[in-house]
């Protein structure tokens, strides 16, 4: 029982050090700043904010925002996940296709998101530009971490696989998978997390029918900064939820 106590007091202690603190040290730096400005337009307090959020969460408008949101940053991500897997293997095996996809991944990750967009609204509708945008800006992070984790794997265990006359299938799964998969789950967690991001950031621009990017859209346009502030808030919450909840599958996956 006291190991048992003990194991539980140093997670919560874990967790007041690591996400209570932290926001209690930020809330209260912003509190402290919107009092000095006085301008609730500029920047509303946070009881302000958190009213929003109780009002929002309470109209099924922002449900369906929040969903369709969600849907075009998952779907995104799993069409990536796919893609980088071939194109990741395929880098991984053959250095002079690493090289020749080398130059485009390069301009994707060093142009800014906002060109991307900009250019994706000519080419596409408005519900399938943030899912392109989500697509584009993962690709890169998760074909690099499934290269790195197959150039990675050990020639020894691959020459000895040889020596015993190890089928193509039991060489990726006995061999590969275990060698790829700690660097593409760790790709791919950091990717799932961005492509929130670059999702709600689309949406800003393209303006879908519904999205919380829309919605922050619609709410600076009407000078709702509280609105905007709220928003924010629930995108970052639902896309920690998401990782969490994603980390939690992948981790039980690494186990088994």
């Known amino acids: 029982m006291t190991v048992q106590k003990s194991g539980v007091l140093e997670t919560l202690n874990g967790i007041f050090i690591s996400a209570v603190l932290p926001a209690a040290v930020l809330v209260f730096i912003w509190q402290v700043q919107s009092l000095r400005l006085g301008l609730t337009l500029v920047l509303p307090s946070p009881s302000e904010v958190f009213r929003r959020i109780g009002v929002l969460i309470a109209d099924p408008r922002f449900w369906q925002h929040a969903g369709a949101t969600a849907f075009r940053s998952v779907y995104s991500f799993f069409i990536s996940l796919v893609l980088s897997i071939v194109l990741g293997t395929l880098a991984g095996l053959f250095p002079r296709f690493r090289d020749f996809i080398g130059f485009p991944m390069g301009i994707i990750k060093a142009s800014p998101v906002v ?142």
């Open 115 to 256: 060109s991307f967009i900009l250019l994706a609204v000519f080419w596409f509708s408005t519900d399938t530009v943030p899912v392109f945008i989500g697509l584009l800006m993962t690709l890169p992070i998760m074909s690099a971490s499934c290269a790195s984790g197959i150039r990675e794997t050990d020639q020894k265990i691959l020459a000895m696989a040889r020596i015993y006359g190890f089928t193509v299938i039991q060489k990726i799964r006995y061999i590969y998978v275990p060698s790829v998969l700690p660097y593409f789950l760790s790709g791919a967690l950091t990717a799932f997390s961005l492509s929130w991001k670059v999702v709600a950031a689309a949406e800003v621009i393209c303006l879908p029918k519904k999205g919380i990017g829309t919605a922050m859209q619609t709410a600076k346009t009407h000078i709702e900064t509280a609105d905007v502030f709220a928003y924010t808030i629930a995108i970052i919450v639902l896309s920690y939820l998401c990782e969490r909840a994603l980390g939690m599958i992948f981790n039980r996956r690494k186990k088994r």
